[in-house]
């Protein structure tokens, strides 16, 4: 089963760019709301790192979530969206002066911070302004996550975070700032996590932290546990929605949450993966010794993610209903990596044939460059068409 999209309007547009479904991007973003919705303190914010997009960012905004930042730019990006800097996180383990001070000039609600070395230049740059800074521990939990080795940030041999050994020393050190105000734990232990087990051993691995927290009379306000839920690349038909509500409900049953604590979480890919597609010409096909190549106008500039994580993307001939042949589908940027699939079936292309890489919405625009001095690809939504 393929996707159904707008071809007649495709084929008006010059290639590659992306299309972004926002009837499935709101359906997303309402089932998200439902489920997360059933569970008392539970707060949504979307890792905008995931896709920028300004249309994207304003349904998203419409949809009521939080933002969470990884940049000064992505703050500022947000904040022209529209949306409340009081629902805007900032983590990062290298946040530079100037993005500190943007967040503190813009009362964002929270910075995740990732060591006691950063604490204390949040400390100096607040003090200047006149200002406290609420920020979250960042602490890295240990916890590994079964994806790719690439994604996972939560181990400890990762950068991210500080270690749990030195917890409540931090706690301590943030406690004695005079403008700095301790509001809770921050943990991310990954991305494309589908094994529910991961996000429940976050879960027993927090519960400990808090218990340990509570014999040194320490209250936490606010738990955020990150993002990391994956998506099913190979069955974006059948499967176009994340399943939020094991997700939830993980959190819900294994998370002990205390009276009156927020449970925020960052989600990325699961928001937008699915209702984004990269669509490129074909070129030529090329019949080699052993392959047949299918060259199409977009590359790893345009989605870096199977050249990088040797990540899987649907791939569809959307312009052909004839028997699949068997291709290696590649791209025109002067790389050997820059291949998206090898021995894949796909309709039998022709020139001009338009092909969707599925599933392209997370991690894709957002990361496009102009090696080979390309053109970066542009971005629509159904309303653009
Ligand atoms: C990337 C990131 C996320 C989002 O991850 P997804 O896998 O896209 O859900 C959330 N929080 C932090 C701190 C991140 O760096």
Same mark, same amino acid.
């Given at each position: 089963m393929?996707?159904t ?9 010059k290639?590659?760019?992306? +299309?972004?479904?926002?009837?499935? %991007? ?18 949504v ?7 920028a ?16 930042c ?19 996180? +900032? ?7 100037w ?10 609600f929270?910075?995740?911070v ?11 740059l ?11 521990l ?11 080795a ?7 041999e ?7 050994s ?18 809770? %734990?921050h ?7 589908l094994?529910?087990d991961?996000?429940?051993a976050?879960?027993n /691995? ?35 929605i ?24 960052e989600?990325? /890919? ?23 190549? %299918?060259?199409?106008?977009a ?25 699949t042949?068997?291709y ?11 291949v ?33 001095c390309?053109e ?10």
């Amino acid at each position: 089963m393929k996707g159904t999209f707008p071809i007649e309007q495709f084929r008006q547009l010059k290639t590659p760019f992306y +299309y972004y479904d926002t009837e499935l %991007l709101r359906q997303t973003l309402r089932v998200i709301n439902a489920e997360a919705g059933k569970h008392e303190g539970f707060v949504v914010h979307y890792a905008i790192k995931a896709n920028a997009h300004p249309k994207v960012l304003n349904v998203i905004c419409q949809a009521g979530l939080g933002a969470d930042c990884v940049s000064g730019g992505e703050i500022q990006r947000c904040i022209e969206t529209g949306f409340a800097p009081s629902k805007i996180v +900032y983590a990062g383990v290298g946040k530079s002066d100037w993005e500190i001070n943007l967040g503190l000039d813009k009362n964002i609600f929270c910075f995740n911070v990732e060591s006691v070395a950063e604490l204390e230049v949040i400390n100096e740059l607040a003090e200047k302004k006149g200002k406290i800074a609420r920020i979250c521990l960042r602490i890295n939990p240990d916890v590994g996550a079964h994806t790719h080795a690439k994604i996972t940030t939560g181990l400890a041999e990762n950068k991210f975070g500080i270690a749990m050994s030195d917890m409540e020393a931090a706690i301590e050190r943030a406690s004695q700032m005079p403008n700095i105000q301790f509001i809770g %734990l921050h943990f991310h232990i990954g991305s494309q996590i589908l094994n529910m087990d991961d996000f429940a051993a976050l879960c027993n /691995r927090i519960n400990d932290l808090q218990t340990q927290l509570e014999k040194k009379h320490i209250t936490i306000e606010n738990i955020n546990v990150g993002g990391g839920l994956g998506i099913d690349y190979h069955h974006p038909n059948r499967l176009p929605i994340a399943d939020f509500k094991a997700y939830f409900d993980t959190y819900a049953r294994f998370l002990k949450l205390r009276q009156g604590q927020k449970l925020h979480f960052e989600l990325g /890919r699961a928001v937008v993966a699915q209702m984004g597609t990269l669509i490129a010409r074909t070129l030529y096909i090329k019949e080699g010794t052993a392959k047949k190549f %299918l060259i199409v106008d977009a590359g790893m500039t345009d989605l870096i993610r199977p050249a990088l994580y040797q990540a899987y993307h649907k791939i569809e001939n959307i312009s052909s209903e004839e028997p699949t042949e068997t291709y290696d589908v590649v791209g025109p940027i002067c790389e050997s990596s820059d291949v998206f699939a090898k021995s894949t079936d796909v309709n039998k292309a022709h020139r001009g044939d338009l092909i969707a890489f599925r599933s392209a919405g997370a991690y894709g625009e957002i990361m496009a460059s102009q090696y080979n001095c390309r053109e970066l690809p542009k971005g629509y939504i159904t309303e653009d068409l």
